[in-house]
């Protein structure tokens, strides 16, 4: 445990230092914090029962790739429910038959094969609809999300910019 705590005293600076750039190139709102983090676990685990076999600061920064992709998914899942809240909100005040008209005024911003796929998709079974569109149900499911996001991204588009009166 004194070597551990050794190689961390004497490279503490420049590791820091290097996971503050790290994160701060991702985009993190906090590096700061996340390299402290980041620090804080290498050093637990290399402490208690993981042994070091290469470079501390590799092992810091596998640390550090682990601490980044929680932090993303952590930021995605608070965008989804914010998101997620405002679409429910806006859409739930309406009346159904509204709701119908504004999800079929969206749909039309798409080709008529994608509109047919989603309804299909969405409403009858999924493995059939595969099969009708000569896909694996994986290639499916992933066509389905690749247009949701094209048409998610008009929607926001179409917001941004209404139309003049």
């Not at 079974?125 to 048409?151: H, Q």
């Amino acid at each position: 445990m004194t070597t551990v705590a050794n190689a961390f005293e004497h490279e503490f600076p420049a590791l820091r230092s290097k996971l503050i750039f790290y994160f701060r190139h991702h985009a993190c709102t906090d590096p700061r914090d996340l390299a402290d983090e980041t620090i804080v676990r290498a050093y637990g685990r290399l402490a208690g029962e993981a042994r070091l076999t290469a470079k501390l600061s590799s092992y810091v920064f596998g640390v550090a790739h682990n601490v980044l992709r929680e932090h993303w998914k952590a930021k995605r899942e608070v965008e989804l429910t914010e998101a997620h809240a405002a679409l429910a909100s806006d859409i739930h005040t309406l009346h159904s038959i509204e709701q119908s008209l504004l999800i079929s005024a969206y749909l039309s911003l798409l080709p008529a094969g994608e509109q047919k796929l989603l309804r299909s998709y969405f409403w009858e079974d999924r493995s059939r609809v595969a099969k009708e569109f000569g896909l694996s149900s994986n290639s499916l499911r992933i066509r389905v999300c690749r247009i949701l996001k094209r048409l998610r991204e008009q929607i926001a588009r179409a917001a941004d910019n209404p139309p003049m009166k």
